[in-house]
């Protein structure tokens, strides 16, 4: 292989992959290669794969596809991640247009194959670190502990590592010193930050959010995503409501809610632990915005179950939920489960879930009519007439999963700015900047 000098990585997937991919960029950067937009200028491509569910392996596939049949001759394939960390030696017998493989948390090699002299980069320089738009991902940590049985996850990334506080510390400053005015805080469960160092829960995440908070300054945005519910803890609680940049904004996973089904899906948090921890956020924090992810057709889930997660969701009444239907993972407890639910059975369900959430998102985006909040600014341009108009996110919407808020009005892409809410359509909020 002659020595590349540019590169070009598509990364699929969640934002955990995003960071990683920035990872492996600024170990590229940092050696002279030079990012390029589009895959046919590369010398070498790197596909940074998914493979949490089929659906996300079977992306994966499509796009090393496409890469594969449009590949020109002295470029070089290289296919890495969470797919390949699974079924690397079948995608590549499969795939002999890809020319390396490699699996998770393997960029030093992937560099290294490409000419980087690791070593010698490793005091990354701060104009390196990218920030897209106004927030950036900070991952405190990765891998999990958890017994969830229909994950796969675990075996992917092994068990949970979380990141030292002094480091993040300092990614966050450097993040800020970037432009980043929001930092999301990502992990496969983000409050078992701090256990695998010895630190109990309580004082974990609580700690982190503490010393973040102070080493970035009140102007900037921190949001919690992925927090698993049984460490969702008064501590923690009083944390968010106290800390000024904390966003009262809460994305924790629930999976269902059924007892039974959770009992058989290996989640330790019952419904009624649920309700209450829900019960303190919004005593603490009264604008408090909740997310959360369902899985509809578990092994096992009978028509009383799921009515027993439709009648959950609907007390809680989620800002924003999304459901997914169970997709069977090799190597994983619940894929040789007796009672798998017919396909067509889990969409009819998921569908279900969706219409009866629809309408409870819509009343809660409809109770943000005539709030005036901050926003941060994605875009900006100017609508049909020709008048200016600005797209950005409020601390209701987290990056990528919930949508923009679009408002009339001058303002600068990565600016914060102030606005009054005017309307709702569905899941979408209207505004003027003020
Ligand atoms: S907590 Fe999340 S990442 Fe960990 S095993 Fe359960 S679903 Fe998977």
Same mark, same amino acid.
Not at 187 to 211: N, R
Not at 412 to 425: C, D, L, P, T, Y
């Given at each position: 292989?002659?020595? =590349?000098?540019?590169?070009?990585?598509? /990364?699929?997937?969640?934002?955990?992959?995003?960071?990683?991919?920035?990872?492996?960029?600024?170990?590229?950067?940092?050696?002279?290669?030079?990012?390029?937009?589009?895959?046919?200028?590369?010398?070498?491509?790197?596909?940074?794969?998914?493979?949490?569910?089929?659906?996300?392996?079977?992306?994966?596939?499509?796009?090393?596809?496409?890469?594969?049949?449009?590949?020109?001759?002295?470029?070089?394939?290289?296919?890495?991640?969470?797919?390949?960390?699974?079924?690397?030696?079948?995608?590549? $017998?499969?795939?002999?247009?890809?020319?390396?493989?490699?699996?998770?948390?393997?960029? =030093?090699?992937?560099?290294?194959?490409?000419?980087?002299?690791?070593?010698?980069?490793?005091?990354? =320089?701060?104009?390196?670190?990218?920030?897209?738009?106004?927030?950036?991902?900070?991952?405190?940590?990765?891998?999990?502990?958890?017994?969830?049985?229909?994950?796969?996850?675990?075996?992917?990334?092994?068990?949970?590592?979380?990141? =030292?506080?002094?480091?993040?510390?300092?990614?966050?400053?450097?993040?800020?010193?970037?432009?980043?005015?929001?930092?999301?805080?990502?992990?496969?469960?983000? /409050?078992?930050?701090?256990?695998?160092?010895?630190?109990?829960?309580?004082?974990?995440?609580?700690?982190?959010?503490?010393?973040?908070?102070?080493?970035?300054?009140?102007?900037?945005?921190?949001?919690?995503?992925?927090?698993?519910?049984?460490?969702? /803890?008064?501590?923690?609680?009083?944390?968010?409501?106290?800390?000024?940049?904390?966003?009262?904004?809460?994305?924790?996973?629930?999976?269902?809610?059924?007892?039974?089904?959770?009992?058989?899906?290996?989640?330790?948090?019952?419904?009624?632990?649920?309700?209450?921890?829900?019960?303190?956020?919004?005593?603490?924090?009264?604008?408090?915005?909740?997310?959360?992810?369902?899985?509809?057709?578990?092994?096992?889930?009978?028509?009383?179950?799921?009515?027993?997660?439709?009648?959950?969701?609907?007390?809680? $009444?989620?800002?924003?939920?999304?459901?997914?239907?169970?997709?069977?993972?090799?190597?994983?407890?619940?894929?040789?489960?007796?009672?798998?639910?017919?396909?067509?059975?889990?969409?009819?369900?998921?569908?279900?879930?969706?219409?009866?959430?629809?309408?409870?998102?819509?009343?809660?985006?409809?109770?943000?009519?005539?709030?005036?909040?901050?926003?941060?600014?994605?875009?900006?341009?100017?609508?049909?007439?020709?008048?200016?108009?600005?797209?950005?996110? /409020?601390?209701? $919407?987290?990056?990528?999963?919930?949508?923009?808020?679009?408002?009339?009005?001058?303002?600068?892409?990565?600016?914060?700015?102030?606005?009054?809410?005017?309307?709702?359509?569905?899941?979408?909020?209207?505004?003027?900047?003020?």
């Amino acid at each position: 292989m002659a020595v =590349p000098r540019t590169y070009h990585i598509v /990364t699929l997937g969640c934002p955990k992959n995003d960071v990683d991919s920035s990872h492996l960029e600024r170990i590229l950067t940092g050696g002279e290669l030079l990012p390029v937009i589009q895959p046919e200028d590369a010398d070498a491509i790197i596909v940074n794969t998914c493979g949490f569910i089929e659906q996300s392996q079977a992306e994966s596939i499509a796009a090393v596809e496409e890469l594969a049949a449009h590949k020109r001759e002295g470029q070089t394939l290289i296919v890495a991640g969470c797919m390949t960390q699974l079924y690397g030696r079948q995608v590549r $017998e499969e795939h002999p247009a890809i020319d390396h493989v490699f699996g998770v948390g393997q960029w =030093p090699e992937v560099a290294r194959l490409l000419s980087v002299d690791v070593d010698a980069i490793f005091d990354i =320089p701060e104009s390196n670190v990218r920030v897209a738009g106004p927030s950036a991902y900070l991952k405190i940590s990765d891998g999990c502990d958890a017994p969830c049985t229909f994950c796969v996850i675990p075996k992917i990334k092994g068990g949970l590592r979380s990141a =030292p506080a002094g480091l993040l510390v300092k990614e966050a400053q450097r993040l800020v010193a970037a432009g980043a005015k929001e930092l999301v805080l990502v992990g496969q469960d983000t /409050t078992a930050w701090g256990e695998d160092l010895g630190m109990p829960v309580a004082s974990g995440l609580p700690g982190l959010l503490e010393m973040l908070a102070e080493a970035v300054g009140p102007d900037v945005w921190l949001r919690l995503m992925y927090a698993y519910p049984s460490r969702v /803890t008064p501590a923690l609680i009083e944390t968010m409501a106290r800390l000024p940049n904390v966003v009262h904004y809460l994305d924790v996973p629930l999976q269902h809610g059924s007892e039974a089904t959770l009992r058989r899906m290996k989640r330790p948090h019952s419904t009624e632990k649920v309700m209450r921890f829900i019960e303190e956020l919004r005593r603490a924090m009264p604008d408090v915005v909740l997310r959360t992810s369902f899985i509809a057709g578990f092994p096992g889930e009978t028509e009383a179950e799921f009515r027993e997660l439709l009648d959950f969701a609907k007390a809680i $009444e989620f800002d924003h939920a999304g459901c997914f239907t169970y997709s069977r993972q090799q190597w994983t407890p619940a894929h040789d489960a007796g009672s798998q639910v017919p396909d067509k059975l889990k969409a009819h369900r998921r569908d279900r879930f969706m219409r009866q959430q629809q309408k409870i998102a819509a009343a809660r985006s409809r109770a943000f009519v005539g709030r005036e909040l901050h926003m941060l600014i994605e875009g900006a341009g100017e609508d049909d007439d020709g008048s200016p108009v600005a797209a950005g996110r /409020t601390y209701r $919407e987290a990056p990528e999963v919930d949508g923009l808020v679009i408002a009339r009005g001058e303002a600068v892409a990565g600016e914060r700015v102030r606005v009054r809410i005017e309307q709702s359509a569905g899941y979408d909020l209207f505004g003027r900047i003020l």
